[in-house]
């Protein structure tokens, strides 16, 4: 999985840059994201001889995604479709060492931008701020895998 975590930190570097300068995480790069994370999954499940593990990631990245969109589209320009694309792929590139783990990197990442943007609107004195979403995101998934490496 060193592999795997190398290529998925290099896409996830790019992409948290993007969404910093232009406000934007490209679907290109994001279905980079999601091809490293599918195939290290099923890699990893190859080579332990365990699917079950795989099915759980999977899972979790579904009702992580379908969670997310409905927030969404219900709360319109608090969090766009790449960042919810980009969420699936935090959740999937670290399920596949537990369920849980993937679902704390979101959650991490989301708590990061909670913050970001509680600091961004006292020192601003302005409460319609839109903030990148996908640097925090970025930030959980590597603050997760780093503990979980330990």
């Not at 980079?32 to 190859?46: D, G, K, N, P």
């Not at 001889?49 to 759980?56: F, K, Q, R, T």
């Not at 009702?63 to 969404?72: F, S």
Request: hydrophobic letters at 60%.
């Amino acid at each position: 999985m060193g592999a795997a975590l190398i290529a998925t930190a290099t896409v996830y570097a790019v992409l948290a840059v993007s969404d910093l300068r232009v406000r934007r995480l490209p679907h290109r790069l994001t279905a980079a994201a999601w091809m490293t994370a599918v195939l290290a999954t099923l890699t990893e499940a190859t080579a332990r001889g365990e699917l079950a593990p795989a099915a759980e990631a999977f899972t979790t990245t579904i009702g992580v995604v379908v969670l997310l969109l409905g927030i969404a589209f219900a709360l319109p320009g608090q969090l766009g479709l790449g960042d919810v694309n980009l969420a699936g792929t935090v959740v999937l590139s670290l399920a596949w060492s537990g369920w849980t783990t993937g679902l704390i990197a979101v959650l991490v990442g989301l708590v990061l931008q909670a913050v970001v943007a509680a600091v961004a609107v006292v020192a601003s004195a302005e409460s319609n701020i839109r903030l990148p979403c996908g640097p925090s995101l970025v930030a959980g998934w590597l603050i997760t895998a780093v503990v979980v490496a330990l």
